[in-house]
């Protein structure tokens, strides 16, 4: 009996990583594994974190500036994104640190939405 063809790998979502000040931003796969995505997250925002969006986009920032002693630096470009794309921060928040940005499907996460990127093509972050 023939053996099945091989499969795709499963792959993970695609995500936005934007860093704070002029060091960039990049676009990345995450692991399929939910475990892996969640600590490939956990290792680019350097410690815990905390989801922000609305129904078709979430970005995952640092949940608590006292968990890093050196401090988080001002994320500008995440922080705009983020205000463009509808996101209402509490009265003085703004993004500090990595930012992570993924689609959302429901509540599963998914690949970056296109008008995500595209704003960050228009703004300059992502070139």
């Given at each position: 009996?023939?053996?099945?063809p091989p499969q795709a790998e499963r792959?993970?979502?695609l995500a936005l990583v934007?860093?704070?000040?002029d060091e960039g931003?990049?676009?990345?796969?995450l692991p399929a594994d939910q475990l892996a995505?969640?600590?490939?997250v956990h290792d680019l925002i350097g410690g815990y974190f905390e989801p922000i969006g609305t129904p078709d986009w979430i970005a995952y920032v640092a949940e608590d500036e006292r968990q890093f002693p050196d401090?988080?630096?001002a994320n500008l470009h995440a922080d705009a994104l983020a205000r463009?794309?509808?996101?209402?921060?509490?009265?003085g928040d703004y993004a500090k640190g990595v930012a992570v940005f993924m689609?959302?499907?429901g509540t599963d996460e998914a690949d970056v939405p296109q008008r995500v990127l595209d704003l960050a093509h228009v703004a300059g972050v992502l070139t």
């Open positions: 009996m023939p053996h099945p792959q993970g979502a934007i860093k704070p000040g931003a990049a676009l990345i796969r995505a969640v600590i490939m401090g988080l630096a463009a794309l509808g996101w209402h921060w509490d009265h689609g959302r499907h």
